[in-house]
């Protein structure tokens, strides 16, 4: 019987892709939690004009918090034109911000739905008509905190992370999920996208001798012997580079 070998997505991020064998594993979807300010957008960014401009894959951007204008501002500091990678029909984008502002119950005819439910199936028709129209190989949902904190109950939450998993991969594409990193330390609580991903990437901060130090940890990811000890990364006027040789604690 012959094992398929798994095809490798590289991420874009200097240094990361040696931590996982090359690359991403193809068609999964990972979950990269940090703390604020720690990257994650610009890592996804970085991960999705990366697929662009060295590939030519499309990519799919799923906006949750952030308006257009801004992440477009932001982004744009690194060299990176999402505008123009979108009207070129390289990028696709879902403004999934108003679902933020929907009433906790939603009339449709004579049912009520709730704001989670109605936020999740109205987010996947958007990423699916999406998909259809721009074939994207990359996409990224930036971030899923505020959907997911909408389902107090463990049970629907689970549903709803796996309802949300499974759209993105039937797209097919490989898929970068962002998350706040709500627990930290040796012995945190894991979350439960946690588990249910098929990769989680974390980003946090580390006081080593008195100072801040910025780690990115492959906390798992299926398919790939990865290196799981946190690594010094650094944000700078390119994005984010990690130093994979080097290690946090000594
Ligand atoms: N040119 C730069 N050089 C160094 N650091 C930068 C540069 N531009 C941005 N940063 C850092 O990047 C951080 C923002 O990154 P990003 O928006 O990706 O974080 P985030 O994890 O998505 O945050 P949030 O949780 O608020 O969404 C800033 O806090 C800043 O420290
Ligand atoms: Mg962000």
Redesign the pocket.
């Known amino acids: 019987m012959s094992v398929e070998t798994t095809e490798r997505v590289k991420t874009g991020v200097t240094g990361l892709d040696d931590l996982i064998e090359g690359g991403l594993p193809a068609g999964r979807v990972i979950l990269v939690s ?10 996804a960014s970085q991960f999705l004009v990366s697929g662009i401009r060295k590939f030519g894959e499309t990519g799919l951007f799923v906006c949750m ?2 308006a257009r204008n801004h992440l477009y501002r ?1 982004m744009k ?2 060299g990176w034109d999402l505008e123009g990678l979108e009207s070129a029909g390289s990028l696709g984008f879902v403004d999934a911000t108003p679902l933020r502002l929907l009433p906790e119950k939603v009339n449709i005819g004579d049912v009520a739905i709730d704001r989670g439910d109605f936020s999740m199936m109205t987010l996947i028709q958007a990423i699916n008509k999406e998909v259809q129209r721009i074939k994207p190989k990359r996409i990224v949902v ?2 899923i905190t505020s959907l997911i904190i909408q389902y107090p109950d463990i049970i629907q939450r689970r549903g709803a992370i796996l309802d949300l998993v499974g759209a993105l991969v039937s797209s097919g594409a490989t898929c970068i999920m ?1 998350s ?1 990193l709500r627990h930290t330390g040796l012995k945190r609580r894991l979350d439960v996208e946690e588990f249910l991903s098929h990769g989680v990437i974390l ?1 946090q901060n580390h006081l080593i001798n008195g100072s801040i130090v910025r780690a990115i940890q492959v906390e798992k990811m299926r398919e790939t012997n990865c290196e799981t000890q946190p690594k010094p990364y ?4 390119s994005g984010i580079e990690v130093f994979a040789k080097e290690s946090v604690f000594r």
Do not use: A, W
Request: hydrophobic letters at 20%.
């Open positions: 940090g703390e604020p300010g720690s990257g994650k957008t610009i890592l918090e952030e932001e500091r690194f930036d971030p962002t706040e980003l650094k944000i700078s006027s």
